[in-house]
Every structure is written in structure tokens, then in C-alpha cells.
């Protein structure tokens, strides 16, 4: 076996570990409709997610901020998530095996995530045993693309960035992992494709769960 040149892992959420797609889709759409506002496809939904749900609501909402209504929408939707974050998502196939290889071999697991810290916590108390810490979004701690959410995630795992590898599937994990001072490793089966990641600057691929760790021991790292 190649010498484990790393020894921590830091995931994203939502379209690398969970697909969550679906149950944020439904929870927007509620949001607007209550509001007698337009609906969004699941792949409008998929080009705004990444940046945090104020984010995600605010290019949702027509206008965005200056629609009088966006706060009630907003609210809408967190309460709406919070009761139905778990309603149709799932863990890619492969992950939870990868995270217990990964466990199994050693590593420091942990998630950070734009997502409400609540959803965070519990989704990944459902899903995944493996993780170590999760971290999302939380009072104190700026979003991703800032470093903030990695940062505190070292900490309490009492790792530094030199022990760390990113794991993501956005432009905003490859910018979060560049802040962080973190090599990235983007996945191929979340929200962006290839070409649209290349175009961020991503340079480093898995096409399977199970590549992430063939990556990790290959001493490419």
C-alpha cells in the first residue's frame, strides 16, 4: 500500500456525500407558492445551491432582497427544510463505504457545509457514523467560499491544513479549499459537471466514491 501522505479529510455536503437535491427543491418551491411566486425546476435549483440557503432563496425569489416578500419566504423555507431535509435524500451509492474504508484506514473525517447547521448535525448523525465533525452554518463562522467552516472543523478534529485533503463538488469547494490552503479533490457525480469544474480551476478528479481514496494513497497529495 502507498504511504498515507495525508490523514484527514474534510467533505462537503450536499452534492458530494448527500443528494439533497430533491427535498431542497420541494422545500423552495413551497416556499414560493405560498408566496404566489414562480416555482423552479430541480435544475434551476441545481445552478443556485452552493453559496448557503439565503443565497439560494435570494436568487429563487424573483427580485430577490428587494421583493417585499422575500423574508417570508425565506422564513418559509427554513421551516419548511428543517421538518423535511431528510424526506428524499440519500447518500450517493458508495459513499458510506468510502467513509468506512477511510475510517477503517486511519483518516480524521469531517463535513462543513453552507447548509443550517441543525441539518447538518442532523444528517449527518443519520447517515454517517464514520464522520468525526460536521460543521454548517452557524453563528460566528463566515460561508463558504471563506475558509471559517474548515478552519473550526481542524480545530476540533486538533488537525492542521498540512494533515488535510478537500473533498467537493462545487466551484465553491474548489475557491473554499483554495482559502483554506487545502489541495481539492472535486467529484463527478454532484451538482456541476467536468467541464464546468475545469472552468473553476479544479484539476483533480473522482468519478466514484471509491477513487477518493485510490487518490489519497497514491501519494499524488
Known amino acids: 500500500m502507498s504511504i498515507k ?6 467533505f462537503d455536503l450536499d452534492g458530494t456525500l448527500l443528494d439533497t437535491l430533491e427535498d431542497l ?3 423552495v418551491n413551497y416556499a414560493l ?45 427554513k421551516e419548511y427544510y428543517e421538518e423535511h431535509c431528510n424526506d428524499k435524500t440519500n447518500a450517493y451509492e458508495g459513499v458510506s463505504e468510502l467513509l468506512q474504508k477511510l475510517k477503517d484506514a486511519g483518516y480524521a473525517l469531517a463535513i462543513v457545509s453552507n447548509k443550517i447547521d441543525s441539518a447538518v448535525q442532523d444528517l449527518n448523525s443519520k447517515y454517517f457514523p464514520q464522520v468525526d465533525v460536521a460543521v454548517g452554518d452557524r453563528e460566528g463562522l463566515r460561508r463558504k467560499p471563506a475558509p471559517d467552516s474548515v478552519e473550526e472543523a481542524l480545530r476540533q478534529l486538533g488537525k492542521t491544513k498540512k494533515d488535510a485533503v478537500y473533498v ?12 483554506a ?41
Request: hydrophobic share 40%.
Open 5 to 10: 501522505m495525508k490523514d484527514t479529510v474534510i
Open 25 to 27: 427543491t420541494d422545500a
Open 33 to 77: 407558492t405560498t408566496c404566489n411566486m414562480p416555482q423552479h425546476t430541480i435544475d434551476e435549483i441545481r445552478q443556485f445551491v452552493g453559496n448557503g440557503v439565503r443565497k439560494l432563496m435570494l436568487r429563487a425569489v424573483p427580485q430577490g432582497e428587494e421583493n417585499p416578500a422575500f423574508e417570508k419566504a425565506f422564513a418559509l423555507f
Open 168 to 179: 467537493g463538488d462545487s466551484e465553491v469547494d474548489i475557491q473554499t479549499a483554495a482559502n
Open 181 to 221: 490552503g487545502l489541495p481539492c479533490i472535486s467529484v463527478l457525480w454532484g451538482f456541476r459537471d467536468k467541464q464546468f469544474l475545469e472552468e473553476h480551476d479544479a484539476n483533480c478528479f473522482a468519478q466514484k466514491p471509491k477513487d477518493v481514496l485510490e487518490l489519497l494513497q497514491s501519494g499524488k497529495f
